[in-house]
């Protein structure tokens, strides 16, 4: 299934997108699309569900963060083996996490908006993962049957901010806007193989990253057992997994950073687009 929150936000409702890649409304089935309605009871009930029997949804409405009332936004660093080449990093020996402010997340395609100052705001496209039942000391071998699905999102990073300012990555991770999430949270029966997904971002038009899942240092379900050997991991949490190379700190001679009026378009194999326009505080 592919599932979606639609409406304005604060405001959104729940949906599925059918085969024809229709909306339909899901409000008289769940309240939403979060942690709550994530369990493998409801996701087994929506989908026995005929699309064709649900409302359709008019026109094209916003479309937001495909899950409702994140938990915890976990984030992995330097977990693509050649983006770690492109940067000169060593590979690390576990997972690197930081965490993003959920503060930031936004929609697929709501505008990303550089903070007050910034010359240094820049693109990832990664894959994410949703929990869909709580995990704690879950094995690598069982690890996927925790997951509810996945989507994309872009770790939009400051990159002044996140090494310049003494401290951990979140400051350049967290910026209001920085966590596009969505468009669709495609449940994990509809993705096939997690580790072997194409993936891309393009900066106006112009191809930027291009990569594949199947080049992770640390794969989803090795990810999930070092998290969950940590801190329990809930209904609702989202772990967001790394960037292939092609940001725009790697580029060479010079780096180049996202300006206002950039439009950025980023997609992973079956999980869909986002396109965020760049804008930036006053």
Known sequence: MKLVRYGDKGAEKPGMIDAGGALRDL??????????HLSDATLAKLKGLNPEDLPKVDGTPR???CVGSIGKFLCIGLNYSDH??????AIPEHPILFFKANSAVVGPNDDVMMPRGSTHTDWEVELGVVIG????????ADALDYVAGYCVINDVSERHFQTQLTGQWTKGKSCDTFGPTGPWLVTKDEVGDVQNLAMSLDVNGKRMQTGNTNTMIFTVAQIIEHLSGLMTLHPGDVITTGTPPGVGMGIKPEPVYLKKGDVMELTIEGLGTQRQTVGQDA
């Open 63 to 65: 479309l937001g963060a």
């Open 133 to 140: 039942k709580e995990a704690k000391y879950v094995s690598e």
């Open 27 to 36: 409000s008289a089935h769940v309240k939403d699309i979060d942690g709550v």
């Open 84 to 89: 770690a080449a492109e940067t000169g990093a």
